[in-house]
C-alpha cells in the first residue's frame, strides 16, 4: 500500500523551537497533503503539494517533497503551544483511489 | 456556519445494538467520505460516495452500511454493535479527485 509513514512518532519541543516532521510512502503520488489533528477535533487540511512540487510555503509551514525518495517533511518554525497536536501526512494516488493517511506525529510545544 | 458536522457527537451503546450516525456538508462538495480512527490513532478510509453513488468500499464488516440520501449527506448505519467498533468515527467532504477534504468533528463510539 501507499500508506504514508510519518517520523517521528512523538517530538516534544520548546517554544519558539522548530519542529520537523517526517514522511514517507511506498508508490507513485499525484499530491501528499498534511492535516493537524488536535485533541478530540476532526482534521484540519494544512497544505497540499502537488508531485512536482519541491518545496510549498504557508505562514510558519515549510513542507517539502522529494519523489525520488518518496518522503515529504512538514516544518513549522517558531512553535507556539497552540500548535500542539497531531500532524498527519496524507498520499494521493491516481483515479479514484483514497486518500491515504500515516499514523501521524505527536507533536508537544511545551511554553 | 459549520461547514461538515456529524451528530451525534459522542455514542455509548450495548453490544448487538443498531446505531447510526449522520453527516451533513455545506459545503456543495460531491464527494463524502466515512473514516474510523482507532485508538492508535490510525485513520482508516471506510466508504466514499460521489454525488450520492457508492464509489469506494474498502474492507469493512457488511454490518456497516453507508447511506447517501442526498450528496449533502452521508449517514453510517452499524447493526450489531461488537466490542471492537469503539472508535471516533469522521465524516469528511472533498471536491472530486483527491483534493483537498474537510472532516467533521468526530463521532466517539464506545461499546459496552
Known amino acids: 500500500s501507499q500508506q504514508g509513514e510519518e517520523d517521528p512518532q512523538a517530538l516534544s519541543i520548546q517554544e519558539g523551537e522548530n519542529a520537523t516532521m517526517n514522511c514517507s510512502y511506498k508508490?507513485?503520488?499525484?499530491?501528499l497533503q498534511w492535516y493537524r489533528q488536535n485533541s478530540g477535533r476532526g482534521l484540519v487540511h494544512l497544505i497540499l503539494?502537488?508531485?512536482?512540487?519541491r518545496e510549498k510555503h504557508s505562514g510558519r509551514l515549510r513542507v517539502t517533497l522529494d519523489t525520488s525518495k518518496k518522503s515529504s517533511s512538514l516544518l513549522i518554525t517558531a512553535s507556539r503551544a497552540a500548535d500542539t497536536a497531531s500532524y498527519f501526512c496524507?498520499?494521493?494516488?491516481?483515479?479514484?483511489?483514497?486518500?491515504?493517511f500515516g499514523k501521524g506525529t505527536r507533536l508537544s510545544v511545551i511554553a | 456556519d459549520t461547514a461538515v458536522s456529524q451528530t451525534p457527537k459522542y455514542l455509548v451503546t450495548q453490544m448487538g445494538n443498531d446505531k447510526s450516525i449522520k453527516c451533513e456538508q455545506n459545503?456543495?462538495?460531491?464527494?463524502m467520505y466515512w473514516y474510523k480512527q482507532d485508538s492508535k490513532k490510525f485513520l482508516k478510509i471506510m466508504f466514499s460516495?460521489?454525488?450520492?453513488?457508492?464509489?469506494i468500499n474498502e474492507t469493512v464488516p457488511n454490518r456497516f452500511s453507508p447511506k447517501s440520501p442526498d450528496k449533502a449527506h452521508l449517514n453510517l448505519h452499524i447493526n450489531s454493535l461488537e466490542l471492537g467498533d469503539s472508535a471516533v468515527y469522521f465524516c469528511?467532504?472533498?471536491?472530486?479527485?483527491?483534493?483537498?477534504?474537510?472532516f467533521g468533528p468526530g463521532t466517539r463510539l464506545t461499546v459496552l
Open positions: 508508490t507513485s503520488i499525484n499530491n
Open positions: 459545503l456543495g462538495h460531491d464527494t
Open positions: 469528511a467532504s472533498s471536491l472530486p479527485g483527491g483534493s483537498t477534504q474537510y
Open positions: 496524507a498520499t494521493d494516488g491516481s483515479g479514484n483511489t483514497p486518500l491515504v
Open positions: 503539494i502537488r508531485s512536482n512540487e
Open positions: 460516495y460521489n454525488n450520492k453513488e457508492l464509489i
